[in-house]
């Protein structure tokens, strides 16, 4: 019989935590025993897994001397307050917050890129997990990459509204069907993100910060550096909301090193992991990233007079893979080489 692992996983009432019990039950994951944490409000609420029923317990009180890997999914500061209990107490942290990313000894880790820096982890037992964003452009830029190298990486995205939570995803239904009932947009209900979603687009991502950035572009900006191991990459992205529930679109445009053609692009592409390519036609959030795990690829081709410019069409589940799946497949690099 396999070794199993207790798994302890913090914000298990959100939308990322109830992902992750369905991506451990999906991938097989051994699991001992699981413990399914939040806040009181959620105290005693049943959550299923492999036909078994788990209730939440409080945070505040749990003994994490029991879990052997702890996931974070509940906001930055309850990872500042709680990870360090966690790793005191034994338990490996997948941190799946901002809180320790850029930290200089915590390792940030996509596995279709950097799989290698898991093993850092042993410096504060702490493995961050990146930003939904960083990660599909990674897994999907990392074979071009790693064959002609990129100097400069242009990124506008397209970022579902339950990225910002599931009272996000609430608030854009309620806008919905408000204004979809002939009322007007000035009074639809709106406390989540900073102004109306519904029929609208937001390039307001985090905060915006004095030099015109915002928080979600500067992580993308520094997580590339940080991932690819290389400071020299010029990164320079628009982050917008739009009224989509699951999977983030991004329109890449990179300037490479050295010149590749369109159909070495695709071959390496067409069998990079983690990467699904469709060469006719294009995913959409909707029809292809909503409820996977790839990274869909699509309408590649070449910039206007620049063989060293590349286009690319990516999309992905920001839940899944962006947040739940790259978090369980760095769980499975860590009990497979290092627990």
């Not at 901002?98 to 820096?117: C, K, M, Q, T």
């Not at 015109?212 to 550096?225: A, D, I, R």
Request: glycine share 8%.
């Amino acid at each position: 019989m396999s070794k199993l692992f207790n798994i302890a996983i913090v914000g298990a009432t959100g939308a990322v935590g109830e992902a992750l019990v369905e991506v451990l039950e999906q991938r097989e994951f051994p699991v001992g025993k699981l413990f399914l944490l939040a806040s009181d409000r959620s105290l005693g609420k049943v959550i299923y897994f492999r036909e078994r029923s788990v209730k939440v317990q409080e945070l505040e009180k749990f003994d994490f001397a029991q879990a052997d890997i702890a996931f974070f999914t509940a906001g930055s500061d309850v990872s500042k307050t709680y990870a360090p209990k966690a790793t005191a107490a034994g338990a490996v942290v997948i941190d799946n917050t901002s809180a320790f990313r850029l930290d200089a000894d915590v390792p940030l880790v996509v596995p279709e890129v950097n799989p290698e820096a898991v093993a850092e982890f042993k410096h504060r037992k702490i493995i961050a997990n990146p930003n939904c964003s960083t990660i599909q452009m990674l897994v999907a830029l990392k074979p071009i990459y790693d064959a002609v190298g990129i100097s400069h990486i242009d990124v506008a995205t397209y970022q579902a509204v339950s990225g910002a939570g599931r009272e996000a995803v609430e608030e854009l239904v309620k806008q919905t069907i408000h204004m979809m009932s002939g009322k007007g947009r000035e009074d639809a209900p709106c406390s989540v993100l900073p102004t109306t979603i519904g029929f609208n687009v937001l390039p307001h991502i985090d905060v915006l910060l004095d030099d015109g950035y915002s928080g979600e572009e500067m992580k993308m900006v520094n997580e590339t550096k940080k991932i690819l191991g290389d400071s020299t990459v010029i990164v320079n992205p628009t982050c917008v909301r739009v009224p989509v529930i699951f999977g983030h679109s991004e329109a890449v445009h990179v300037r490479t090193k050295a010149a590749i053609s369109l159909e070495q692009a695709r071959e390496l592409l067409a069998s990079a992991p983690g990467v699904s390519l469709m060469n006719d036609g294009y995913p959409t959030p909707a029809n292809e990233a909503a409820g996977n795990d790839q990274v869909w690829v699509g309408r590649l081709r070449q910039r206007t007079g620049d063989d060293l410019g590349l286009n690319l069409w990516v999309v992905s589940d920001n839940v899944r893979k962006g947040a739940a799946t790259n978090s369980v497949q760095i769980a499975e690099l860590l009990i497979s080489s290092y627990l």
